[in-house]
């Protein structure tokens, strides 16, 4: 059997060439591909993130508390009752007097009045509850699972910042103050209502002083820029 030839004329020549250039052409565009892919996230963010220079400024805040809770019967008495966290009770700054009450898959919101926060003797957990009276009017089964919302501080005319801003969220936190020349100076505050967004903060602190933001300021190296 005699061996073939195998044909080079320029039609196989090209297809060779052909094939050879798809495989470069394939290896240059998934390395661009990689290279692009890769640059820099830091410059991506740059675009995005937002200036980090905060000006402390007063505003009326709110605090808010959402708990999951359930109806309960107590000597003949409907009461709704809710477990709080323990970091929570730190948001605790005003005692609420009433609270709103959802009852899950159920009949409208209601106000429950006679809210008492504390522990119950009869609860080794020593978990903390709010508590608070169904009025007579609202129909209610022991076991009914609700949302009970209270509001644990309210302030008028507060100084805030943003809680990005604060080293902590209760109590005593830290800001970092920068003055006209750009110097920088960890200062001792003392924090108040806070809402999720805004923390008040009641002493340390005057409206006009410009904090720092250090979750913004690690995506852009300290580059300070003020917002308006």
């Known amino acids: 059997?005699?061996?073939?030839?195998?044909?080079?004329?320029?039609?196989?020549?090209?297809?060779?060439?052909?094939?050879?250039?798809?495989?470069?052409?394939?290896?240059?565009?998934?390395?661009?591909?990689?290279?692009?892919s890769s640059v820099s996230v830091e410059g991506q963010r740059e675009n995005h993130v937002k200036p980090v220079l905060i000006a402390a400024r007063t505003a009326t805040v709110t605090s808010t508390l959402t708990m999951d809770g359930r109806v309960v019967k107590n000597s003949g008495r409907y009461l709704v009752r809710a477990t709080v966290a323990p970091a929570h009770l730190y948001r605790f700054?005003?005692?609420?007097?009433?609270?709103?009450?959802?009852?899950?898959d159920g009949p409208e919101p209601f106000t429950c009045a006679d809210v008492t926060i504390g522990t119950d003797p009869a609860d080794p957990s020593g978990d903390?509850?709010?508590?608070?009276?169904?009025?007579?009017?609202?129909?209610?089964?022991?076991?009914?699972?609700?949302?009970?919302?209270?509001?644990?501080?309210?302030a008028e005319n507060a100084v805030v910042v943003p809680i990005s801003a604060l080293?902590?969220?209760?109590?005593?936190?830290?800001?970092?103050?920068v003055d006209g020349d750009g110097r920088r100076t960890q200062r001792e505050v003392v924090v108040?209502?806070?809402?999720?967004?805004?923390?008040?903060?009641t002493h340390g602190l005057k409206a006009g002083e410009k904090v720092q933001d250090p979750v913004a300021d690690a995506f852009r190296g300290g580059d300070l820029k003020e917002i308006g």
């Open 1 to 36: 059997m005699k061996p073939q030839r195998i044909g080079c004329g320029a039609s196989a020549i090209a297809a060779l060439f052909g094939l050879i250039g798809g495989f470069a052409c394939w290896a240059l565009l998934d390395s661009a591909q990689q290279k692009a």
């Open 128 to 154: 903390v509850y709010v508590s608070c009276t169904v009025p007579a009017s609202v129909k209610v089964f022991a076991g009914l699972p609700v949302k009970v919302a209270v509001r644990t501080g309210h």
């Open 192 to 201: 108040g209502v806070v809402n999720g967004v805004l923390a008040q903060v």
């Open 93 to 104: 700054i005003d005692s609420p007097r009433t609270a709103q009450v959802k009852i899950v």
């Open 167 to 177: 080293s902590g969220t209760a109590g005593s936190a830290h800001v970092t103050v």
